[in-house]
């Protein structure tokens, strides 16, 4: 009888591994959930200042992950910026001095127009998977959701971040939270996600939140207004001409 139960024991140990994926597979499906081939974004950035807050709502079209190209809505102010990504290189074009610049070096590293986000957020590799390794170091809920705690390290030393840590929804594939280190494992920023819906067949993280843990101010919420995937994009968007149109 005893033999029977500690079979049974190492069965069932067997079966609840078999059954839980590696931190590779999870991430691996994550950045199957949250890329594609093409997207067409319309979006708002809520940036909470110290004075008050203010809305940027902006278009952007993406070509898999190495291009991209946004123009900027509203206000009335930053209507008509836009920028162009088209590998490691960026670059934006102001309306009000007609001008085309250049962003890089230490200038990535600056606020994206007064947000939480910097322009080397924008230029990340989007599929994790290649710049980063990771390894379940736990299990907690997040809003009411039960999901993996994921640990990245960077396998690359030309990373915005060198460690991450999700909470991944084990049903979804989304990231719920996120906090994002330097390498001396200062908490660099937070990530939240504060609305899930479903969109053309995808769960999407249609509100969230972004704190940079070193500056002052409440935070940036990033809002998708509808979001389209592997639509044909024309080509002509992604050539440095299109940002002087």
């Excluded at 809505?73 to 934006?92: I, N």
């Excluded at 322009?119 to 736990?138: H, Q, R």
């Excluded at 509808?226 to 992604?238: A, Q, T």
Aim: proline share 3%.
């Amino acid at each position: 009888m005893k033999k029977i139960i500690f079979i049974l024991i190492i069965c069932s140990a067997v079966v609840a591994n078999a059954q839980t994926p590696t931190g590779e597979e999870i991430l691996k499906k994550l950045d199957a959930n949250m890329t594609s081939d093409s997207k067409i974004v319309h979006s708002k950035m809520i940036i909470h200042g110290r004075r008050g807050s203010r809305t940027i709502e902006s278009k952007s079209w993406i070509l898999g992950a190495e291009k991209s190209f946004s123009e900027y809505l509203a206000p009335a102010r930053e209507e008509g910026t836009k920028m162009l990504k088209l590998g490691d290189q960026l670059w934006m074009y102001s309306p009000s001095t007609d001008r085309t610049i250049k962003i890089s070096g230490h200038m990535l590293r600056q606020s994206l127009m007064g947000s939480d986000l910097s322009y080397e957020d924008m230029m990340e590799d989007p599929v994790l998977s290649n710049i980063y390794t990771a390894e379940i170091i736990g299990e907690e809920n997040v809003i009411d959701r039960p999901c993996w705690l994921l640990e990245l390290k960077a396998t690359q030393k030309s990373v915005a971040y060198f460690s991450r840590k999700l909470w991944i929804d084990k049903e979804r594939f989304l990231p719920l939270k996120e906090e994002l280190f330097a390498k001396s494992a200062k908490l660099l920023k937070k990530v939240e996600i504060k609305e899930v819906v479903r969109m053309n067949h995808r769960w999407v993280a249609k509100r969230v939140s972004f704190k940079d843990e070193l500056k002052k101010g409440k935070g940036t919420e990033f809002v998708i207004v509808s979001i389209e995937y592997d639509k044909k994009i024309p080509y002509f968007m992604f050539s440095k001409a299109v940002l002087r149109k």
